[in-house]
């Protein structure tokens, strides 16, 4: 411990890595490649500019803070989702809440219909990307026309100068339903199960940390089979409660995000990251703090009517020490 942030003292042995779900992150100009009409200054929604910064200002402050009481310091990597491309992302690290954290990101556009990505940004004064590349998973709709959605990320890198592998997934929502759309998660689960295993023959006992929104609990198919196969660990397992989750959806908590790991990491080597704990960061500014949906996510809009909030997820973390 060297120096105290905000209160907190700042532990040089420890890293946080975080997922965050951003709700529809668009900047407020109109782009022809994608459908993002609903986030427009003459949208139904009036997505202006002013509330693209205050969404820009809460999510760069909510970032800033996730895993700061317990290691004194910004997270190392943030897997974000739900977002329109890389001009938001960069405005996202260059915010004055975080221009102090030296954040640098990987994006690549995929061809999701609602024009939405996933994306990592990462403190590029520890951490070392050595490669990154896409995988798109190929899924059909009833009439046998093709179903464009979110890409999975891979970026591989150097934290601290040892090797770890971060896999970032937003997998198909349950808009059809839950058993209607399972197929689709158990396609992108396969994708994840084929990404892992060609990480295993490229490298002896790689450090894997799977990340994402997988619209799926810890105990479904999905993540569970994915799991299983690949013996992995998935400590959201032991977060989730009745009372706590990281999305508020009819009137039940679910933790569809979720960080899950290689085995490795739970092993104790000298210098070597081993997981310390994983959590949802659902801080009180964080919440909803009146009516009927008081303590869920604080979200941006409600349907069409603006809202102000920061998302309509909680972000997840795992604390990694030495």
């Known amino acids: 411990m060297t120096h105290s942030s905000e209160g907190h003292p700042t532990r040089q042995n420890m890293q946080t890595i975080a997922f965050y779900n951003c709700e529809n992150l668009f900047d ?21 500019y002013s509330r693209y910064e205050n969404k820009l200002r809460k999510l760069s402050f909510a970032i800033y803070n996730i895993g700061r009481e317990e290691t004194g310091k910004h997270p190392a990597l943030v897997g974000l989702a739900e977002i329109e491309g890389a001009k938001v ?36 004064t520890i951490f070392e990307v050595t490669h990154s590349e896409t995988f798109s998973i190929d899924l059909t709709d009833d009439d046998g026309s093709l179903d464009f959605t979110r890409d999975i990320l891979l970026v591989s890198g150097l934290l601290e100068g040892e090797a770890i592998h971060v896999i970032v997934n937003h997998w198909s929502s349950r808009r059809e339903g839950e058993k209607e759309s399972e197929p ?83 092993k104790s080597s000298e210098n070597r990251f081993e997981f310390f704990k994983a959590n949802i960061f659902d801080a009180d500014f964080l919440k909803t703090f009146r009516g009927k949906y008081k303590g869920s996510p604080f979200r941006t809009y409600a349907g069409k009517k603006y809202i102000g909030g920061y998302s309509d997820h909680f972000p997840v973390y795992a604390i990694f020490k030495k």
């Open 28 to 48: 407020v100009y109109d782009d022809k490649r994608i459908n993002d009409n609903d986030f427009l200054p003459n949208s139904v929604k009036k997505w202006t």
């Open 89 to 124: 992302v960069k405005d996202l690290v260059k915010h004055k809440n975080l221009e102090d954290c030296q954040y640098d990101f990987v994006h690549y556009n995929s061809l999701d219909e609602r024009g939405i990505d996933v994306a990592l940004i990462y403190d590029s």
């Open 184 to 266: 689709k998660r158990m396609m992108a689960s396969i994708k994840v199960s084929e990404i892992v295993q060609r990480l295993k023959t490229e490298e002896t006992d790689p450090k894997i940390i799977i990340m994402g929104d997988f619209n799926d609990e810890p105990f479904n198919n999905s993540v569970q089979s994915m799991v299983n196969s690949n013996n992995l660990y998935n400590p959201m397992a032991t977060v989730r409660s009745f009372s706590r989750g990281s999305v508020y959806h009819d009137r039940k908590w679910n933790l569809f995000d979720q960080i899950i790991l290689s085995n490795n990491f739970l």
